[in-house]
């Protein structure tokens, strides 16, 4: 089982450039979500989606956006990128109705110079 | 709100010895709770889980966690660490009945040494 895939797996950005990273999973899960990982403050949500066409802020949504393209997949976009949003950005996704953990991606780990 | 504090960023044990992870939440309302480990370059996995059933709860690799609700506390124990279990530890606390809004502590790196 392939389980929750991201893609990339790394990536470079300059200030400015634009980049959405793609996140996928084949469990049927309804509820898929983004956070960042940063030295010493553990996992923020940025933004989740609790069913297929609806969308949330999390903690620290700003700079980003998200798109639910369908139940399987939800992508997440840097418009403008900033050396700020330098990190790990890990996918997850969960059946929330029926109050399952959340199972995780390998993370993509993007660096803005 | 809810909130959850790791207390040790680092921990260092010896192949054979007790771990001890602790963690500590602040919730309004009664919390789920888990911890997931995470070894070098990937994600997150579930270790264990409370949802307001058994306070002891039991999880892969020879971890448990007990629920106090008087001290606010979900430690994770295990008897005797291995060489394999050296990674970093999440604690994370969402409000009961749904496991979506997680709130995640800063994280524990358990060294094991020989």
């Known amino acids: 089982n392939a389980g929750v895939t991201q893609t990339p797996k790394f990536q470079v950005l300059k200030t400015g450039q634009s980049m959405t990273l793609q996140c996928a999973q084949d469990?049927?899960?309804?509820?898929m979500y983004w956070y960042r990982q940063d030295p010493g403050m553990g996992l923020r949500l940025i933004y989740y989606?609790?069913?297929?066409?609806?969308?949330d802020k999390g903690e620290v949504p700003n700079g980003y956006n998200v798109s639910r393209l369908n139940k399987r997949e939800f992508s997440l976009r840097l418009e403008s990128a900033a050396p700020s949003q330098t990190s790990v950005y890990f996918c997850?996704?969960?059946?929330?109705?029926?109050?399952?953990?959340?199972?995780f991606g390998d993370g993509t780990r993007l660096s803005i110079l | 709100a809810q909130s959850v504090t790791q207390l040790g960023s680092h921990v260092s044990v010896s192949e054979g010895a007790l771990v001890l992870l602790r963690c500590n939440y602040s919730?309004?309302?009664?919390?789920?709770l888990f911890w997931y480990v995470q070894y070098p370059n990937q994600g997150l996995q579930l270790l264990l889980k409370?949802?307001?059933?058994?306070?002891l709860v039991k999880g892969i690799n020879g971890f448990e966690a007990e629920f106090k609700k008087s001290e606010t506390s979900f430690h994770l124990t295990k008897p005797s660490a291995h060489m394999s279990d050296a990674a970093e530890y999440f604690c994370a606390v969402s409000p009961w009945g749904t496991a979506s809004k997680l709130t995640f502590g800063t994280g524990t790196r358990l060294q094991v040494t020989l």
């Open positions: 989606s609790a069913s297929e066409g609806t969308t």
């Open positions: 469990m049927n899960h309804n509820s």
């Open positions: 919730s309004s309302v009664p919390p789920y």
């Open positions: 409370y949802t307001s059933a058994a306070t």
């Open positions: 997850a996704s969960n059946n929330r109705d029926r109050n399952q953990p959340q199972h």
